[in-house]
């Protein structure tokens, strides 16, 4: 399974920005997939997790702002971050459960920043 994340960039405190995940190869056996978010010196945190029925979570501090979503036809997911905030910043990246070891397989990480 390969990842590809994309969509980050600079954004101002308030605003929105979608970032995408495009997953390749044996998807087929993908049973979970997220992101995660590390920001400096603070450690990797689950921001969100869809599972292959479509079960949804989030961690505390996106519920009501981030939406994690699939697109099965495309192979990709989605988060829309709205309501932005400069301790969203951080390096994200998505992540795929396959078999039965969490988030085995990661995509490169895409840096979003939020101005204050």
């Known amino acids: 399974v390969q990842l590809q994340a994309s969509g980050g960039g600079l954004v101002q405190a308030g605003g929105s920005l979608s970032l995408s995940c495009a997953a390749s190869?044996?998807?087929?056996?993908?049973?979970?997939m997220g992101w995660f978010r590390q920001a400096p010196g603070k450690q990797r945190e689950l921001v969100a997790r869809i599972t292959k029925g479509g079960t949804t979570n989030y961690g505390d501090s996106v519920k009501g702002r981030f939406t994690i979503s699939i697109n099965g036809a495309k192979n990709t997911i989605y988060l829309q971050m709205n309501s932005l905030k400069p301790e969203d910043t951080a390096v994200y990246y998505c992540?795929?459960?396959?078999?039965?070891?969490?988030?085995?397989?990661w995509g490169q990480g895409t840096l979003v920043t939020v101005s204050s």
């Open positions: 190869g044996s998807i087929f056996s993908i049973n979970v």
């Open positions: 992540a795929a459960t396959v078999g039965i070891d969490p988030y085995n397989f």
